[in-house]
């Protein structure tokens, strides 16, 4: 699976809209784009996932650049449960395969009051 | 709410003891993972299984054994503990890919 490239750590305040980005340049046109978020003493938790197209739910909007090279998780209104280590992972989807991910540093992402 | 169960949630262990690690999963899932994360990294696959009695070598799978005697239940097994395997370690399930996977809250092993 081809490497993500994130900043070690963002802040933001309560309220704002956070834009964490991930780079990956040598991404292959079928490996999915995943985010993930781990707080401490817990496992990590799905956040979103896209191929080519933007996506959106309830937790985050999921922006991919045209050439897929980069994508930007943006997280809106985040409050102080929004903190969190955010993970971006690449992974081929083979029809019959699970998803084995492979888990970075990650972005801590720190939200003051 | 899809579900992993892990237990214990937390282990000491002697060095050179058998330890079992033991994940339980409600979602009717086919794939089962055990991770390893140490203190201020990221999570490494151990083992995986995407059928019952049937287990593959995930990333890092020296010093462990894994077991899926059914779907719905996914074993570690760490034949002779050593100081090394001090970490939390996590079980996941997720259906065939890109499907999101949902993990346990961890087991935290100190080996003594």
């Known amino acids: 699976d081809a490497k993500t490239t994130q900043p070690d750590s963002m802040e933001s305040t309560e309220g704002e809209t956070v834009h964490l980005p991930c780079s990956h340049a040598?991404?292959?046109?079928?490996?999915?784009i995943y985010w993930y978020r781990q707080v401490p003493l817990q496992g990590p938790e799905y956040v979103t996932h896209?191929?080519?197209q933007n996506t959106t739910n309830s937790m985050a909007f999921l922006a991919i650049a045209s050439d897929r090279k980069s994508s930007t998780l943006i997280l809106t209104h985040v409050s102080l449960r929004d903190a969190a280590v955010y993970h971006c992972?690449?992974?081929?989807?083979?029809?019959?395969?699970?998803?084995?991910?492979?888990f970075g540093k990650g972005a801590k992402l720190t939200v003051s009051p | 709410e899809a579900a992993v169960t892990q237990s214990p949630r937390s282990k000491v262990a002697v060095t050179g003891g058998k330890v079992t690690l033991s994940c339980h999963q409600t979602?009717?899932?086919?794939?089962m993972y055990w991770y390893r994360q140490d203190t201020g990294h990221g999570l490494r696959l151990i083992h995986y299984?995407?059928?019952?009695?049937?287990?593959e070598k995930g990333d890092i799978p020296d010093g462990y054994k894994a077991s899926r005697p059914s779907q719905e239940n996914f074993s570690l097994i760490l034949e002779l503990a050593s100081l090394s395997q001090t970490a939390v370690y996590f079980c996941?399930?997720?259906?065939?890919?890109?499907?999101?996977?949902?993990f346990g809250k961890g087991t935290r092993l100190t080996v003594v």
């Open positions: 996941a399930s997720s259906e065939g890919a890109p499907a999101e996977v949902f």
């Open positions: 040598t991404i292959s046109g079928n490996e999915y």
């Open positions: 896209g191929l080519q």
């Open positions: 992972i690449l992974r081929v989807a083979k029809p019959g395969t699970g998803s084995k991910l492979s």
């Open positions: 979602n009717n899932h086919d794939y």
């Open positions: 299984s995407y059928v019952a009695d049937s287990t």
